[in-house]
């Protein structure tokens, strides 16, 4: 390269400071970070913390200390987790500014410099060679057989070839061969050049995708929405019942202080402070399961919106298949079919050669990926060949050109005079070389064609020997024998068609998106299992079209070709006009946006680049795509568990609050519950929200629904019926019961204890129907649930320490139970549940569906 760069002098060190100075360092700038202050007072406003507050408030005024405290570290704790969650979008920034500077190799004052990369400039000559990252944007001024991987770039599987920039025309976007431009980020894997930056930090390609990330917002999911409306409804009302019950109670009997406790009672029965605790105990442990399972949720509510995912946005260089080629089959000459690798014979010396001849015609220590493939197929099928080559001395390389675009390598074996030839190349240009007739040429560009439909790379191989002495200066010197094809491609995951199929089952469609050419996405699609895959947009096309007509078009394709991320943007927020839930998986910085901008972004772990990683609210730790498939069901489990914990929770409030409401409107009637009950209920309500529900399985036809509607509402119109019909029913047992004892003289102690005991007995019946919504009760207890089991081994143990022992007894204001009036308040607590019960076996699966 000295030859080429000694006649430049590149800008001398004063006016690359001065450049410096003016425009700044060739890195991405650090989005200001929002103040201490602003994140906590974001965190106080929402109205689940508000609430929140508001009950720690109220349990520290009637001296439950220990539940306020739990309060105020919920509190704290999701402080917390926001304050963490505010560093991701720098955190993706940073990940682009290490990747776009690299050291570089410059010519100052006409020597080479090895500067850092953060340190180019616009106008430096950088030189870059085989191995080197590109550190800024540059026109290619010298160029020697440049190949460049684009990949993190476009998706592109297969490096790009590079011509020299004529001086006028404008920089391209990424994507395609012959282009004049280097991108910073990218990887040079063979020949050399230099180049003139005309393109440093945000300004580059790779600063656009930064530019990109900075300017997108991470959205709320629907259930935290949803949450937050369903608290504050709730708050409300439960604010206007109370005060109505304070000023009723106070009007009625005449005492203030028993006023405001039956107000404070209800307000304890009312509120549900449950719901914002099950939400994030659902979703934290959500996490923690899927994180067993090699999937990290980087935010936890992303999971839930994964469970809603209607469409399923794929790359495939990487995702799809492994971004590694390999050899995969061959068709020499006399054969009449092309040959998968594995089924080749070992012993067959016609492709023995094929193979032995392509490996010929690379580099001796190869650095292009499908050099490597050759490589490696030579040493795994045939490995004594491979030590036939190592005995071979190169003698002379004749370099793929933009004229020929085959290369040549002539071999000496020991003292022989003989040199041995090889030459792969594009098929037309092999065939040309090897002087083939028209009719045979058509019948292998025929065989090229059918190779290429299977979505492979395809090579030509030729052969000549020759007398040392009588080496040609062009490759079109040698009297070439045309020896066969060999395919290359970079293989699907094995676990893929199957990941694909259980998607469909799910109603989830998917997309394909990549830099890659359109029959080799055609191809992939086809090996995968993807439906319609004729249905293809490219870029080009993309480009033509308005975000109206993109909308519309979106709806039927299935496979997005050469492509650029500007258009992967686009395609995905496409698909949310449409009032999609989109999950785009990917691992390259190219997807970076995407994955920002879809509802759910699915990062590669392994092969992932730290910008798509942080830019995504899912990594998949092990790259492996069924995994995707286990965050759907997980994503189904979570919002189906929550669902029943919020109906659980709801029927449950209203026999609480009903009983709290009856004795406060009418001088007659005796109060039921005091403060230090629904404290004691609490110790069931809890566990068993937060506990039981999330810990229970999922339905067995989790899978096969369709996606759910993504804007219908998480406590539905049908849902709070239900809730309502479940809580009334136990309203009805413990009015019946209440009233019964109060017609028959039963003291005010006893009829307390049997409507509490009665109370906890359906709450426990309540948990256990409300478990499957599908199973009948017996079904249901032969599921297991860890966490049913203690729990009611601490109901009975609350019931028996509740109405047995003298001193627990006087805190609560009960009396003793005999064993007859438990079972009562025990077959009560069943009866309160058995309608469900029949209606689950009338409705069958489609009861809540």
Known sequence: MGELNSKYRGLSQAEAEAKLKKDGYNELPTSKRRSLFKIIWGVLSEPMFILLVSCAVLYLILGNMEDALVLVGSVILVMAIDIVQEHKTDNALEALKNLSSPRALVIRDGEQKRIPGREVVVGDLIILAEGDRVPADAFIIENEQLNVDESLLTGESVPVRKRVWDGKENAPQPGGDDLPCVYSGTLVVSGRCIAQVYATGAKTELGKIGKSLEGLQEEKTKLSRDTNKLVKNFALLGLVICLIVVIAFYFTR?????????????????????????????????ALRLSKKNVLARRAQAI????????????????????????????????????????????????????FFSMLACM?????????????????????????????????????????????????????????????????????????????????????????????????????????????????????????????????????????????????????????????????????????????????????MDNEELKEKVKKVTIFARVVPAHKLRIVQALKANNEVVAMTGDGVNDAPALKAANIGIAMGQRGTDVAREASAIVITDDDFSSIVSGVRMGRRIYDNIRKSFTYVFSLHVPISGMSIIPALFTEFPLIFYPVHIALLELIIDPACSIVFEMEKEEEDIMDRPPRDPNAPL?????????????????????????????????????????????????????????????????????????????????????????????????????KLNLVELIVCLLAGNISVLWFEIYKAVKGKKALS
């Open 254 to 286: 005449k005492d203030l202080i028993q006023a405001f406790l039956s107000g404070i009672t209800l307000a304890m029965s009312i509120l549900p402070e449950e719901f914002p605790v099950i939400l994030t105990v659902f979703l934290a442990l959500g």
């Open 364 to 544: 001796k220590d190869p650095f292009d990926p499908m050099e490597r493939a050759i490589h490696k197929a030579v040493k795994d099928v045939v490995p004594s060949l491979y030590g036939n080559y190592e005995a071979l001395q190169l003698v002379k390389e004749y370099p793929l050109t933009d004229s020929c675009r085959a290369m040549t390598n002539v071999w000496k074996e020991g003292n022989s005079d003989n040199l041995i030839v090889a030459m792969k190349g594009s098929p037309e240009t092999v065939l040309d070389l090897c002087k083939m007739d028209s009719i045979s040429k058509e019948s292998e560009m025929q065989k090229v064609s059918q190779m290429a439909e299977e979505g492979l790379r395809v090579l030509g191989v030729g052969m000549a020997r020759v007398d040392q002495g009588n080496l040609p200066e062009e490759q079109s010197g040698f009297d070439f024998q045309y020896i066969g094809l060999i395919g290359l491609a970079d293989p699907i995951r094995e676990n893929v068609p199957a990941a694909v199929k259980e998607c469909y089952r799910a109603g989830i469609r998917i997309i394909m998106i990549t830099g890659d050419y359109v029959g080799t996405a055609i191809a992939i699609g086809k090996q995968i299992g993807l439906k319609n895959v004729e249905n293809v947009i490219t870029g080009a096309e993309l480009d033509a």
């Open 304 to 355: 839930e919106n994964l469970g809603a995912t209607t469409v399923l946005c794929t790359d495939k260089t990487g995702t799809i298949t492994y971004n590694k080629m390999t050899l995969q089959k061959i068709w020499e000459l006399d054969n009449p079919h092309s040959i998968s690798l594995k089924d080749i014979e070992r012993d067959n010396k016609k492709d023995q050669d094929l193979l």
């Open 715 to 815: 406590f539905g119109k049908k849902m709070v019926i239900l809730g309502m019909l479940q809580g009334l029913a136990v309203l009805v047992v413990l009015a019946l019961i209440y009233f019964w004892n109060l017609n028959n003289g039963v003291t005010p102690t006893k009829n307390r204890a049997m409507v509490f005991t009665t109370m906890v007995f359906s709450n426990l019946m309540l948990i256990t129907t409300n478990r499957s919504w599908e199973k009948n009760l017996i079904k249901i207890l032969k599921t297991p649930n860890p966490a049913m089991l203690y729990l009611i081994l601490g109901v009975f143990f609350i019931v028996i320490l509740a109405t047995n022992v003298p001193a627990v007894i006087n805190i609560f204001h009960l009396s």
